[in-house]
Nanobody, 118 residues
Framework: QLQLAESGGGLVQPGGSLRLSCTAS????????MRWYRQAPGAEREFVAS????????NYGNSVTGRFTISRNNAEKMVYLQMNNLKVEDTAVYYC???????????WGQGTQVTVSS
């Protein structure tokens, strides 16, 4: 079992920055590929970014490439999402996701709200 808890959301003006954090507990963190997803009102959940546990290879959704950066600290069981040059369309609830590399099982955090507005 793995528990995830996001933090760092809030209200920011267009062009601003936020850093989201996700704390993991309860299982071997390096068993998991970590991802961020987001869901805007009335929209489907959208992939934002992912990071591998050992190589730390990353992948990004088209809408955030060049603006967002995902990173992880395996020793502290943390994953981060640095969001720069935020746009109104980035407004959503952001979810931390962990996928077990061996079982394929997914775990989700409760989400953190990010609102980009002037």
């Amino acid at each position: 079992q793995l528990q995830l808890a996001e933090s760092g959301g809030g209200l920011v003006q267009p062009g601003g920055s936020l850093r989201l954090s996700c704390t993991a507990s309860g299982s071997t963190f390096t068993n998991y590929v970590m991802r961020w997803y987001r869901q805007a009102p009335g929209a489907e959940r959208e992939f934002v970014a992912s990071i591998e546990p050992y190589t730390t290879a990353t992948n990004y959704g088209n809408s955030v490439t060049g603006r967002f950066t995902i990173s992880r600290n395996n020793a502290e069981k943390m994953v981060y999402l640095q969001m720069n040059n935020l746009k109104v369309e980035d407004t959503a609830v952001y979810y931390c996701n962990a996928r077990n590399r061996y079982t394929g099982r997914d775990y989700w955090g409760q989400g953190t709200q990010v609102t980009v507005s002037s």
